[in-house]
């Protein structure tokens, strides 16, 4: 029996992330992520949809889109397909270049869109290819020139101003440096975490998880892992055993 379909979101808007087929690379080289972006253009003007932000990894993309009513399915069948196509084409091959079916999750509320969007705009300096935010392979810098694949005027209307934007994108990591230098904190201080709980629990504080339902536990640890928060420091924050956190998979 096949996979279900992934459940739509209701307000329309996903991460995405593209992952190469056995994890293997899906740009070798700077030709390639130009074609990805353009086509994933076409794609967001072929279905009026708009990119609230995108990074480029090695072997794995991350998308934040905004679908509006369309099902995500479309847009990506008509971006992956013909990039992977061009690439067989372009390197003499002939396997899959795609995993099966990309990851994808509802961005269902305003808290998590801010956390979701700063994570991809990080995710290139995480991994150590980048220096820092303002890479050329993240649209990050996009929203700072103020044009590009991205809805700026969307993005800013959520953070309110550029400032906004680059004081959260900053002060969620201690710096840029932040993300390499410490390896039991995530892309939230613990502080910022135990907030975006309380906010998306009504107000509930890490006191009560040794309440909760496996269920429970796993679907909040899986939540806070997908917005950056690191097995460490969500052991720390919720006084979880090792073995219930890293049980717990995206």
């Known amino acids: 029996m096949g996979r279900k379909p992934a ?17 293997q690379d899906i740009f070798y080289g700077d030709d390639d992520r130009l074609e990805f972006l353009s086509r994933l253009q076409w794609v967001l003007g072929k279905y009026n949809a708009s ?11 991350h998308l934040v889109l905004d679908c509006g009513t369309t099902d995500p399915a479309l847009l990506q069948h008509d971006l992956a397909g013909p990039y992977a196509r061009s690439f067989n084409l372009r390197y003499g091959r002939v396997d899959p270049l795609f995993a099966e079916r990309p990851f994808r ?3 269902e509320d305003q808290s998590y869109l801010y956390a979701v969007v700063r994570y991809v705009h990080w995710n290139r300096a995480v991994a150590g290819l980048a220096a820092g935010l303002e890479d050329r392979w993240t649209s990050y810098r996009e929203v700072l020139a103020g044009e590009g694949i991205v809805d700026v005027a969307r993005l800013l209307d959520v953070f309110g101003c550029v400032e906004e934007f680059v004081r959260f994108h900053e002060s969620g990591l201690g710096g840029h440096d932040a993300p390499l230098a410490r390896s039991d904190q995530g892309l939230l201080t613990d502080e910022q975490l135990i907030r975006y709980h309380e906010r998306r629990w009504g107000g509930e504080s890490f006191a009560t998880a040794v309440r909760w339902t496996k269920a429970e536990r796993d679907e909040r640890i899986r939540e ?9 420091q969500l052991q720390r924050v919720t006084g979880l055993s090792e073995y219930k956190v890293k049980s717990v998979r995206l």
């Open 7 to 23: 459940a739509l979101s209701n307000s329309g808007v996903y991460h995405i992330v593209f992952k190469g087929a056995n994890a």
């Open 51 to 61: 990119a609230l932000a995108w990074a480029l990894m090695d072997n794995h993309v």
């Open 105 to 107: 999750e509802g961005v």
């Open 224 to 232: 806070l892992k997908r917005i950056g928060a690191l097995n460490k």
